[in-house]
T-cell receptor
Framework: DVKVTQSSRYLVKRTGEKVFLECVQDMDHENMFWYRQDPGLGLRLIYFSYDVKMKEKGDIPEGYSVSREKKERFSLILESASTNQTSMYLC???????????????FGQGTRLTVV | GENVEQHPSTLSVQEGDSAVIKCTYS??????FPWYKQELGKRPQLIIDIRSNVGEKKDQRIAVTLNKTAKHFSLHITETQPEDSAVYFC???????????FGSGTKLNVKP
């Protein structure tokens, strides 16, 4: 079974703090993603990475950065947390597509971040 | 980038009835359309997907149809059961890049 693990289930941070959300996957997947989930807005892509040290912006990268130093780990960084970043954050991973490989994205359990 | 619109936002059906969720996409280059189901408090999980080289795909009570010309695709659930109650997300994107964009979600409630 693919396992995608996010470091925290719930997190409360203060405005202006630097926040790290960690995600680890154990299936040697090339692709990793960070999404933000808000009611009525669905899942919005913040950043994704298709290889170590490689990253691409998604729809809403402003206020976020990412780090992928190792294949299994993808970190989301809020440089200076703000109240409008209060949300559910979901990490996902998947294999690179092609050759009939399964391209399903496997999600972590989510981190509910509250910025006060 | 891709813009995916999903309707309705909420859907309530009686057990045994059919449910249909519709999505439209904007980028004609998109060629991969997965559907994810998220039960309350759980992570989204893939339930079915379709690539643009086919118009329909079926898996037991679930089917997805794709109209490339009109740029819309739909999820059909027949003989609904209470355990089908969840939020369903459609998505569209490029298969080779394995990057896709989600719709806003449909909360399906199946009443016993």
């Amino acid at each position: 079974d693919v396992k995608v693990t996010q470091s925290s289930r719930y997190l409360v941070k203060r405005t202006g703090e630097k926040v790290f959300l960690e995600c680890v996957q154990d299936m040697d997947h090339e692709n990793m993603f960070w999404y933000r989930q808000d009611p009525g807005l669905g899942l919005r892509l913040i950043y994704f990475s298709y290889d170590v040290k490689m990253k691409e912006k998604g729809d809403i990268p402003e206020g976020y950065s990412v780090s992928r130093e190792k294949k299994e780990r993808f970190s989301l960084i809020l440089e200076s947390a703000s109240t409008n970043q209060t949300s559910m954050y979901l990490c996902a991973s998947s294999q690179i597509s092609g050759g009939g490989l399964n391209t399903e994205a496997f999600f972590g359990q989510g981190t509910r971040l509250t910025v006060v | 980038g891709e813009n995916v619109e999903q309707h309705p936002s909420t859907l309530s059906v009686q057990e045994g009835d059919s449910a249909v969720i519709k999505c439209t996409y904007s980028d004609s280059a998109s060629n991969y359309f997965p559907w994810y189901k998220q039960e309350l408090g759980k992570r989204p999980q893939l339930i079915i997907d379709i690539r643009s080289n086919v118009g329909e795909k079926k898996d037991q009570r679930i089917a997805v149809t794709l109209n490339k010309t009109a740029k819309h695709f739909s999820l059909h659930i027949t003989e609904t059961q209470p355990e089908d109650s969840a939020v369903y997300f459609c998505a569209a994107g490029l298969y080779n890049f394995n990057k896709f964009y989600f719709g806003s979600g449909t909360k399906l409630n199946v009443k016993p």
